[in-house]
Every structure is written in structure tokens, then in C-alpha cells.
């Protein structure tokens, strides 16, 4: 069975704070995505990755960045945590090519900042 | 225009109501599309495809008109455990991978 895991799936962190939420996927997709979820803004690409060390900004990229080291992992960063940065966070990945286009999310991670 | 355009709803029913609703999209170019549910405070899962001229499964059933670029979800005889977040998205054309997703349709069943 298909997995995107995202190991953090709760936390709480201060104002300032560096935050690493990390996400496995043990499908070899080459495309994993950050999304984050509000309430009535449905989902929002923060960054994509279309290979190992390939990143491209999504629509709101400004306080996050990404790692891509190995291709079953993918990070997301905020640099400096901030109260507006408070969401769930989802990450997904998705094949290239003919086999198909669906994608496959994680279980998320909420994220409050305090 | 958004790529993908959705009713946010919510469409609030009675078990065992018909309930339908669509998605409008821009892209004339898609062939496909995919159907996904989102449950309170869950990630989205694929619930159907769409190719071609629809798709079927159980109660659920997906169509697709070209002609005015929307595809529709019908649910017949709702389940208390329908209520979910619906999501559509278009299949990944001209070599684009970014999924572009609806905001989603709310559905609420009631007893």
C-alpha cells in the first residue's frame, strides 16, 4: 500500500522558532508537494519538487523553504515562526509519466504557533 | 479565472437524499479528472475518476461534459458518513505535475 508519511503530526511551537516538518514517501514518485490547509482557502501550494535538489516555489512560498536530498524525502522549513504560519500542513507526492496522476497525501501536520 | 471553480456549499441533506454537485474548470485540454473526499481534520483521498464520459461506483457516480467544462458528482442515498469536503482536479496536462484543486464542496447529512 502507498505511503506519505509526515512524522510531526502535532505541535506547538514560540514566535521565532525554526520549525522542520519532515515527509517520507516510499512510493518512488519523483513530484512531492507542501500544501497548507485554512479554513475556506481550501489548499494552498506552498512549494513543489519535481526531482532531488529540483525545488519551485508554489503560491505562497514567503517564511517557508524546502530541502530535497533524497528523493523519498521532503522538508519544509520556516525559517522563523510566526502566528499567521499557524495550519495544517500537508504533504503529498505524485508519479510522472503515463502511470497515472494521482496523488497521495500525508495524514498532515497541524502546526500552532504561540 | 481559477483553473478549477467549486460551490463551497455547504449542501446540507436528509439521509438518504440525491445530491448532486459540480465543478467548473478552464482548461479545455484536460482529459481527466479526479474526484477526492476530505473528511473533517483528514487528508484528501481519491474517491473516483473521471474519464471520458463518467465513471460509476456504487452510489456514486462521476460524469464529464466537454461542452460546458464542468464535471458533476451524483450521490444517491446518502450515508451519514458521506458528509466530507469534496474535491475535484483536473489530470496534470502539458507536462505540468502541480495538482490544482478546487477549494472543495461541503456536504452535510443529517438524519
Known amino acids: 500500500d502507498v505511503k506519505v508519511t509526515q512524522s510531526s503530526r502535532y505541535l506547538v511551537k514560540r514566535t521565532g522558532e525554526k520549525v522542520f516538518l519532515e515527509c517520507v514517501q516510499d512510493?518512488?514518485?519523483?513530484?512531492m508537494f507542501w500544501y497548507r490547509q485554512d479554513p475556506g482557502l481550501g489548499l494552498r501550494l506552498i512549494y513543489f519538487?519535481?526531482?532531488?535538489?529540483?525545488?519551485e516555489k508554489g503560491d505562497i512560498p514567503e517564511g517557508y523553504s524546502v530541502s530535497r536530498e533524497k528523493k523519498e524525502r521532503f522538508s519544509l522549513i520556516l525559517e522563523s515562526a510566526s502566528t499567521n504560519q499557524t495550519s495544517m500542513y500537508l504533504c503529498?507526492?505524485?508519479?510522472?509519466?503515463?502511470?497515472?496522476?494521482?496523488?497521495?497525501f500525508g495524514e498532515g501536520s497541524w502546526l500552532t504557533v504561540v | 479565472r481559477k483553473e478549477v471553480e467549486q460551490d463551497p456549499g455547504p449542501f446540507n441533506v436528509p439521509e438518504g437524499a440525491t445530491v448532486a454537485f459540480n465543478c467548473t474548470y478552464s482548461?479545455?485540454?484536460?482529459?481527466?479528472f479526479f474526484w477526492y473526499r476530505q473528511d473533517c481534520r483528514k487528508e484528501p483521498k481519491l474517491l473516483m475518476s473521471?474519464?471520458?464520459s463518467g465513471n460509476e461506483d456504487g452510489r456514486f457516480t462521476a460524469q464529464l461534459n466537454r461542452a460546458s467544462q464542468y464535471i458533476s458528482l451524483l450521490i444517491r442515498d446518502s450515508k451519514l458518513s458521506d458528509s466530507a469536503t469534496y474535491l475535484c482536479?483536473?489530470?496534470?496536462?502539458?507536462?505540468?505535475?502541480?495538482?490544482?484543486f478546487g477549494r472543495g464542496t461541503s456536504l452535510i447529512v443529517h438524519p
Open positions: 503529498a507526492s505524485s508519479p510522472t509519466g503515463t502511470g497515472g496522476n494521482t496523488i497521495y
Open positions: 482548461n479545455s485540454a484536460s482529459q481527466s
Open positions: 482536479v483536473p489530470e496534470l496536462s502539458g507536462g505540468s505535475y502541480i495538482p490544482t
Open positions: 512510493m518512488d514518485h519523483e513530484n
Open positions: 519538487s519535481y526531482d532531488v535538489k529540483m525545488k
Open positions: 473521471v474519464y471520458s
